[in-house]
């Protein structure tokens, strides 16, 4: 994750390639009912946001989102079509976004549905203009430390796989060539360095060929 | 000759000398006579030529033949004597050796005479009884017999007897110490070596251990029978086919038969056919691996009735393991099953409600959540575009007033709110403001809108009203307002239209309307007012379908469209009218 100095703007290159502002400008909205929509259209324009939509049902907001995608999505739960549940999934899967739920409903089973779906606030009606200022800011920090740790762990994961690599092209050294450890490392890295070739290469080159 | 005389005691094994000494012992005195009765005959004969006698040859003959048949007989006679005797010797020493070896027995031996008198008892009889050889002979056995038994013992004993048969005897003996005993005899006929009737030899052996576990077995299955008999538990027994083989009286009480009408048969007609399957399963199961199975089915009992009933049902093995029959003790559990039943329809129920009641809770909250956020929405939506408090304060209580008339309406109604008592009642608000009757028509089939949906609807139509009072047909007294509605011809839903008709003379719009046009015949979204963006995003999210107006020279056309399907509209034939205000 890269962040970028974009004519005065601050922007984050997450590792998936995608690039999002430091904050949320381009909100989703999806909701059925035509004056809360209304509300809700409004104090995101108050709090300096793009409103997306508003969408009138689940179909309606992944349609828009694939149309233009949004930094942020507020999704109502119960919408005509897929439910507010079932379309955070789908942007987060499809497009990586980040959604909060905006919903009437905060019994158990709702919760733990939008909890599974992996949203990232939760927000009950009717909500204040402070509660949705909240909710989208935190909803924002944890999907950027999210994508953090995820671009660490996705590095971790192949230097991993590269030490794995530079290994087994050591002990094939060390069979072979009747080589020390040590030796076989820095014949590896010798090599590497007299044929100007990443290291990586160099052990793929033994593994595949199994010759030094 | 007598034959060597022998003594034979109970420690001798040989009773009979071998064949050449008893030859030898018995005849060997008679045949010397034998030979020399032929000799002398011969000589008589003149079968020796070398005699010369001076007798006759007739008279020698003569005197030869009376000495041959003289001596042969005598050597005959003397020779069956000697048998005689041997047999006699014999069946002596037999006698002693018999007499011997029985007193080894720890059973009693007898015998008796071909006269029924008892001639002998062993040791152990004596010893048992405690008297002597001399008192227990003849018939005086029967002095130590049970005194109950006496009679059966004679007459069974004679009459075999006579019939000469082998017979046994049950009997109790009284001991030394005076306790009685019971003993079992077998006795059968003995016969001498000529085959003539000798009498009987038998032997009585001590049964008290035997008799007593059988008669201990005896009590304990009466008081099992007893115990089994008054159970108020059903009990049976039935083969692995299905056939009964025992049952109790509470069974034939309970199926009003006898044990004999059921004994033989199978139990199936008992049971309904509907739960047949259960006693099929539980002697598929029965076996080695479950011995014991419980279950419970309805059985049919001897008025008619149904009855549930609980059965225990175990598996009787032989002892290689094989089924041999199956046994079942079952109890009525009607009465607990039907409290059963009702306890759990009550759960159930009571279940049920508490769903529903968590249902109803979170709707209740889901609604009023929504309802104040609308109205938040609603606040936001007037708030930009009225000029006065006064107006928004209009405006918003003519938006709760029309919720609560939907509302009124949906509590009075079960699960919808028919669209024609809606427009009524909205219109019945307006009534001060446009005075007269026959102001508003409906006209469509009878319609029932969801909650959601008629919310909806009552604040279009209550937008429509106020612009109408404000500025359009309602403002002349003769001015008209026709809402008509039709199920369209394709797509789901419903098709409205608001149509105003004013008199010419009336100016029709006013530039503050919401609904104010811009010359042309169709109000662009982007020209309208509040309460226009209000109609045509309620028919828009709501009602799923759209909106849109018109001028006509009569006045103003607003169509509605809603594209939500509804489940509830009853179509008459033909559309009535209905005139409102």
Redesign the interface.
Known sequence: MKVIDDHGTKKIILDSGRTVPDRPQRILVAEDEHLVAAEITARLTELGYVVVGPAVDGEAAIRLAHNGVPDLAILDVRMPGPDGVAVAKDLYATLGVPSIILSAYSDGPTLAAAREAGVFAYIIKPASLDQIRAAIEIAWDRYLDLMRARGERDELHRRLEERKFVESAKWILVDRKKMSEPDAMRALQKRARDTRTKLLDVCRDVIETGEF | MDPAPQTFSSDQTRIRPSAGASFMCLYLGPGVLALATLALAADLLGVFPASNSSELPSARRTRGVVVLAVGLLLAFLWARTQRRRWDRLFDRCYQDRFTAHSDLLPAMLWTVRPDSMCDFLNRAWLEYCGRAMETQIGHGWLEVVHPDDRDPCRTTFLSAFEQRKPFHLYYRLRRADGTYRRFVASATPTHSQSGSFSGYLGVSIDVEEQASAVDRLRESEERYRGIVEDQTELICRWTPDGVISFVNDAYCRTFGRHARELIGHSFAPMIPEEDRHVMDEVAQRLGPKEPIITSEHRVIVADGSVRWHRWTDRVLLDQSGRVVEYQGVGADITESKVAELSARQANERLAALLTRE?ELR?EL??????N???????V??YT?STVTVPELAEAIRGKVAALREVHELISASSGGADLASLVSRLAGTFAKFAPGAGRITVLGPTVLLPPELAS?MAMIIQELLTNSVKHGALVDPEGKITLEWAVPSEGPGLSLVWRERVPPRVALADPASDFSRDGTSEFPPEHGGVGLS?VK??A???L?GDASFSFEPAGLVCRIRIGVPLDLIQAPSKPSGQTLA
């Open positions: 968590a979170r909250n889901h609604r009023v959540r929504n104040l956020a609308s109205l938040l929405g609603l936001t939506l930009r909806a209000l995003g309620l828009s999210f709501e799923r």
